[in-house]
C-alpha cells in the first residue's frame, strides 16, 4: 500500500524559507514522477513542482519559477521542495503526490500525501 508523508510547513514571514520533505513507500519509488501541489482555501489544486522518475527532470508552476526547487532521493525515498522568497499568496495546503509521466497534470498521480499547511505572513 503506498504511503506519502508531508511533513517541514509551518508558519514563516514573507521573504523567509521553508523546506517541505515527503517520505515515499509501498512501491519502487525510483519507477514514480513525484510533485508538489498546493491548495489554498476556496481555490483548486494547483500544480507547484514536478520531478521525473527517468532522468529527473523538474517542471514549475508559473508562480513559483525561480523561488523553488524540486529535488529527490532515490536511495532514501525521499521528494524534497525547497521554497525560498516565500510571499502571502504561497499559503495553502501542499501535498506530495506519486505518479506517472511529466507530472504537472492533476491526472499524473494516483497516490496523495495528507498534506502539510504552510503559511506566509506579510
Known amino acids: 500500500q503506498v504511503q506519502l508523508v508531508e511533513s517541514g510547513g509551518g508558519l514563516v514571514q514573507a521573504g523567509g524559507s521553508l523546506r517541505l520533505s515527503c517520505a515515499a513507500s509501498?512501491?519502487?519509488?525510483?519507477?514514480?514522477?513525484m510533485g508538489w501541489f498546493r491548495q489554498a482555501p476556496g481555490k483548486e489544486r494547483e500544480f507547484v513542482a514536478s520531478?521525473?522518475?527517468?532522468?529527473?527532470?523538474?517542471y514549475y508552476g508559473d508562480s513559483v519559477k525561480g523561488r523553488f526547487t524540486i529535488s529527490r532521493d532515490n536511495a532514501k525515498n525521499m521528494v524534497y521542495l525547497q521554497m525560498n522568497s516565500l510571499k502571502s499568496e504561497d499559503t495553502a495546503i501542499y501535498y506530495c503526490?506519486?505518479?506517472?509521466?511529466?507530472?504537472?497534470?492533476?491526472?499524473?498521480?494516483?497516490?496523495w500525501g495528507q498534506g502539510t499547511q504552510v503559511t506566509v505572513s506579510s
Open positions: 509501498g512501491r519502487i519509488f525510483s519507477n514514480y514522477a
Open positions: 503526490g506519486q505518479g506517472y509521466g511529466l507530472g504537472y497534470n492533476l491526472r499524473d498521480y494516483d497516490a
Open positions: 520531478i521525473t522518475w527517468s532522468d529527473s527532470r523538474t
